[in-house]
């Protein structure tokens, strides 16, 4: 005896990641556009960072300043060496030039850090893809602020696909993980997509008594959409 049901669901993508900007501040510039495909790495947009390139300049002279006062205060230092070695400078002497010299050698690994921080804020300014996918949506348009509560966009994996639907708890004894499942969609009429039930969830919603069912179909020549 062949036992089957049928439901009605919503076509979801299989992967789905929104992507936010750190920086919040004016959109300058989107890379991409919904529905256009982008590699992990390729940029989505550019938000002004003109405070964060002011504070990379700034620590970048900050750096350079405290190194030519490092360089300056390792000739000095390697002078008291020698004449503390030769007694013809006293220790309390030596040990002021040693404690300039230390000071400013923590100066310059602080501002080196600090440039490293800046410049990391500023790579942030470019808002890149962490996957490959498509550009499911754009949630700003350029000239928007970007607020980092809310993403700038959606980068979603189509090759495979989630057919979603709710089950009764009646029927729930005829599902089976891994269980072949027929789907026709509106937009293709006459043609019968096949797929397999990956996931039944263990509870039941307590007020519909329904439980959540998704089927995973292949989409490599993409004509299922979100």
Do not use: C
Not at 165 to 185: M, P, R, S, W
Request: proline share 4%; glycine share 4%; charged share 25%.
């Amino acid at each position: 005896v062949i036992q089957s049901v049928k439901y009605s669901g919503d076509i979801a993508a299989e992967f789905e990641v929104k992507v936010f900007s750190k920086i919040p501040d004016r959109i300058e510039k989107y890379y991409v556009d919904e529905g256009e495909v982008i590699r992990k790495g390729d940029p989505i947009a550019r938000v002004v960072a003109t405070t964060i390139e002011q504070g990379v300049k700034q620590t970048e002279a900050m750096l350079i300043s405290v190194k030519a006062q490092e360089s300056n205060l390792a000739v000095e230092f390697e002078r008291a060496q020698r004449l503390n070695q030769q007694d013809a400078m006293s220790k309390q002497q030596f040990e002021a030039v040693k404690t300039q010299y230390e000071s400013i050698q923590a100066q310059v690994q602080q501002a080196e850090a600090a440039l490293v921080s800046m410049k990391s804020q500023l790579n942030d300014a470019t808002v890149t893809a962490p996957i490959s996918g498509i550009i499911g949506k754009r949630y700003y348009e350029t000239g928007d602020m970007a607020n980092p509560a809310m993403p700038l966009a959606m980068i979603v994996k189509m090759e495979k696909v989630k057919i979603e639907f709710n089950a009764t708890e009646e029927d729930l004894g005829k599902l089976t993980v891994g269980q072949v499942a027929k789907i026709k969609v509106k937009a293709y009429p006459d043609q019968i997509f096949e797929g397999k039930v990956y996931k039944i969830s263990p509870i039941l919603d307590p007020t519909t008594r329904l439980a959540e069912v998704e089927v995973l179909v292949d989409n490599k020549n993409g004509v299922l959409k979100h």
